[in-house]
């Protein structure tokens, strides 16, 4: 069975940064590319990151452009997300999810085929 699991979250103050992990198993990672989503309270989903864990290509939405950075351990099956400059409106609950890799990039919710459980960052002083 495909199992995701997000972990790293926490408190963190305006400005500092954070390290999300996906712990993947369940399929050949090579295969698949992964994407972060978040959704905050009242707010719809919305797309962070996607990586090729083929390849390491990446593709982020303009929100986290240039503060957010995506890369993948291959050998421990673990896609990491660099949180930098943290914002109050990052405040969400992350989770990560999966499709096959040779698909084109996308930050669409219903592109994915696996979810797993979120993790809660909060963002305040």
């Known amino acids: 069975d495909v199992q995701l699991q997000a972990s790293g979250g926490g408190l963190v103050q305006p400005g500092g940064s954070l390290r999300l992990s996906c712990a993947a198993s369940g399929f050949t990672f090579d295969d698949y590319s992964i994407g972060w989503f978040r959704q905050a309270p009242g707010k719809e989903r919305e797309g962070v990151s996607w990586l090729s864990s083929r390849d390491g290509s990446t593709y982020y939405a303009d929100s986290v452009k240039g503060r957010f950075t995506a890369s993948s351990d291959n050998v421990k099956n673990v896609v990491y997300l660099q949180m930098n400059s943290l914002k109050p409106e990052d405040t969400a609950v992350y989770s990560c999810?999966?499709?096959?890799?040779?698909?084109?990039?996308?930050?669409?919710?219903?592109?994915?085929?696996?979810w797993g459980q979120g993790t809660l960052v909060t963002v305040s002083s």
């Open positions: 999810a999966v499709r096959p890799d040779l698909l084109p990039p996308t930050l669409l919710f219903d592109d994915y085929d696996y």
